[in-house]
């Protein structure tokens, strides 16, 4: 671990990654049950179309309405595990389908063009729960498949390339270098340059989440809610301030200034880099 970062913090923080690590790991369906609609926990992932947040839960996708409160999107409650917003605005989805829906226990990828008031499968479905996607200006698609534990990228979103073996928590693909690609692990940030085919031993700082919007905008967020920036590609780190809520559940740069993050209390918003963040919904503390 590099001098930023003392030791009982990094084996806090190796625990807690691999406990989240495990909590996400391929296996049978999470119960997806949902006692108060109006109460949320597990966030997986965040976007913005527009000036309009969703959030992907547990329980479906959600936006808040003018007091903070979520508003479910659609009419489906999926457990919607990886979740992206892509450049021309389309929403990118996987995980599990709500309790007594038809159809297999694994989502594959689906699709919605319509903010996520309908989706349809596009791939995979029955054989992939995707934890982590990202894609790049070109439409590649970027998946971390947890039900076979390894990366697989799509330049369109059917036919897949299967790339390396690894065990993560999230990933972040590089927007003006689609070849570079970030993962976190319980062991440190590791680093791929050939478009995940391989990646280079875990070195520095240990994260949970990372998400790089432009070339001035990586961030990462370690397992105890403390935002970093990161610079040279993901091989250093520097402190930006600690997020309100406690430990993360989700981490989204829109650019270099704006963030959202999901934390045990709620979803926050920041648009000065980091520095200081304003709730915009409301959630349940949950682990995933």
């Known amino acids: ?29 999470p119960d ?17 179309r527009g000036d309009t947040l969703y959030v992907a839960t547990h329980q479906g ?31 990118l989805a996987s995980g599990h389908p709500a309790p007594g829906a038809d159809g297999p226990a694994d989502l594959g990828l689906v699709t919605s063009t319509d903010s996520g ?15 982590a996607l990202d894609t790049t200006s070109d439409a590649t698609v970027y998946g971390y498949d947890s039900t076979n534990g390894l990366l697989r990228v799509s330049s369109d979103g059917v036919a897949w390339d299967d790339r390396a073996e690894l065990r993560a928590l999230d990933i972040a693909v590089s927007p003006t270098a689609p070849g570079t690609v970030l993962a976190t692990t319980e062991t440190g940030v590791v680093r791929s340059t050939d478009g995940g085919r391989s990646f280079a031993p875990a070195s520095g700082r240990v994260l949970a989440y990372v998400s790089w919007a432009a070339p001035d905008a990586l961030y990462g967020i370690d397992p105890d809610g403390v935002l970093f ?8 780190w520097t402190r930006v301030a600690a997020v309100p809520g406690g430990a993360p559940q989700a981490l989204t740069a829109v650019d270099a200034r704006r ?13 000065d880099a980091g520095r200081r963040f304003e709730r915009r919904m409301a959630v349940e503390s949950g682990g995933h």
Do not use: I, Q
């Not at 997806?32 to 913005?48: C, E, K, N, R």
């Not at 008031?117 to 934890?131: A, I, M, Q, Y």
């Open 1 to 29: 671990m590099n001098r930023y970062f003392p030791r009982l913090a990094a084996t806090a923080a190796v625990g807690a990654l691999a406990l989240t690590l495990s909590a996400c790991s391929g296996g049978s369906a």
């Open 32 to 48: 997806t049950s949902a006692p108060d609609a109006s109460v949320l926990s597990h966030v997986h992932g965040l976007g913005l």
């Open 61 to 91: 996708l959600h936006s808040p309405d003018a007091e903070g409160r979520p508003v479910l999107v659609g009419d489906r409650r999926d457990d919607f595990m990886g979740f992206t917003v892509t450049a021309k605005g389309d929403f």
């Open 117 to 131: 008031r309908t989706w349809r499968e596009r791939s995979l479905g029955g054989k992939v729960d995707f934890h």
């Open 229 to 236: 920036r990161g610079a040279d590609g993901g091989t250093s």
């Open 259 to 271: 963030l959202l993050v999901a934390t045990g209390d709620g979803v926050y918003e920041s648009r």
